[in-house]
């Protein structure tokens, strides 16, 4: 479904942008506009990714790094992408006191998951895997996909806009309505409930993530992400929404995470039920 969506999402830009055209010079104009609009496809889906990781300063990390939990969090990705039979997604961490994590890329193949230095340090060995389980199940599920093309289109849209508003002296009021149209239309609390529930079969423990999610809601409403708070159109993407204040009631980009977290103790009832 999160591919049909992402499609949906390409042709609504697309006839966007042929509409404008029409309105300009009508036939030309049209044909002009779908020729732009083909080559803000092609740039946002191959580069939707690295959009994502560029707007968040994310370095690329591996089994050699020199810090324990790093390679820790390396080699239980590696562990839990093979008990979701696919590729493991290249490893990323976000410079951030905040603890949340992210994951961006168009399938199995082309997928990374990004988690801030301060989750590592927050949660324990096993709700940081709970997390990376979630993230998997985003992209296994297709959502990957969706979210990263949401977000560029997010990033691109409020950064023309702003622009054209700077000279009335309106670029931050233009851009927060912009980030939280985007957010309204890439809102999906079945997608989060659904790797919420995908996680918990991965990494075999829905507690462990509940556990996880607990502490995040937590800490996130106590530590700014400035990056985040700088790119909002990026925010669904996280594991738990970093925004703050009325950014985060506006984007309303997560359901509540108390029904998360009871939702995956039933679960995990299920689960014990079942044995």
Known sequence: MSYFKAAGLMLLIHLAFAGL??????????????????GF??????????????????????????????????ADCDRLAMRANMPRPRTYIVDAFQPNAFVA????????????DGL????????VSAVVAHEL????????????????IG???????????????????????????VARISQSHHREYAADKQA????????????????????????????AERSPATAHTFVIDPLHG?????????????????RLHRQAAEMEGTE
Request: glycine share 6%; proline share 4%; aromatic share 4%.
């Open 21 to 38: 055209g029409w309105a300009i010079a009508e036939q030309n104009g049209a044909l002009i506009g779908t020729l732009i609009a083909l």
């Open 41 to 74: 496809h092609l740039v946002v889906f191959w580069y939707a990714e690295r959009i994502m990781l560029k707007l968040h300063n994310a370095r690329e990390v591996g089994s050699d790094d020199p810090s324990p939990m790093i390679r820790a969090f390396v």
């Open 105 to 116: 890329g168009r399938d199995t193949n082309h997928a990374s998951i990004a988690v801030t």
């Open 120 to 127: 590592l340090k927050t949660l324990s060995r096993a709700e």
């Open 137 to 152: 199940a985003h992209v296994k599920r297709g959502d990957a996909l969706a979210m990263s093309i949401c977000s560029a």
């Open 155 to 181: 990033v691109v849209l409020t950064t023309i806009f702003g622009t054209l508003a700077y000279p009335l002296g309106q670029r931050k009021r233009v851009s927060r309505i912009v980030s939280g149209l």
């Open 200 to 227: 918990g079969e991965i990494c075999g423990s829905p507690v462990n993530l509940a556990n996880a999610l607990l502490k995040l809601e937590r800490h996130t409403s106590s530590l700014l992400n400035p990056l």
């Open 246 to 262: 009325k950014r985060r009631v506006t984007s309303a980009s997560h359901p509540p995470t108390e029904r998360r977290i009871a």
